[in-house]
């Protein structure tokens, strides 16, 4: 039982750590997202145990709201599958029409960013890289629909 004790407070330290490691990577995360794109709108939310980290609402430099990104961070030894379907989830609460998991390892199937059952997983040295991408879409993706909305308009009148 003694060596158990001592297991359990050699591990705690570890484990606090481990979370520490952990917050620091989500406030880089929001630091790294709000400097690099001043025009959006990067909030944290509120969240429960294991869930997304950050709302990013992102704008067209005409200040036209194209759609939002949720971001997750994880900062772990190991991959863990379950991380997907919580994000997905997630992202069906907060109605996002993407979600980012930004992870220090990756899962077998992803290199260095990819897709994953509708989540996009990526290392944190691509996040701006990588929500470049997903804003160009967004944008891209809202301009679109404006234009068609605009066209059954005039066919209307």
Known sequence: QADRQV???????EQS?????????????GDTLTKSFPGDKIERIARVRGGA???HGVYSRNDQFCGTILWES????????HWLGKLRSDQLKVKAEIAVLVSETMPSEVSHFGELGGVWVTEPTLVVGVAM????????GARLKRSLEMARDLVRA
């Open 7 to 13: 297991s359990e407070l050699k591990r705690k330290p």
């Open 17 to 29: 750590s481990k979370q520490g490691h952990g917050a620091v990577a989500e406030l880089e995360l």
């Open 53 to 55: 980290e950050f709302l």
């Open 74 to 81: 994880k900062y772990s030894r190991d991959w863990k599958k």
């Open 133 to 140: 991408a997903m804003r160009v879409n967004l944008i891209q």
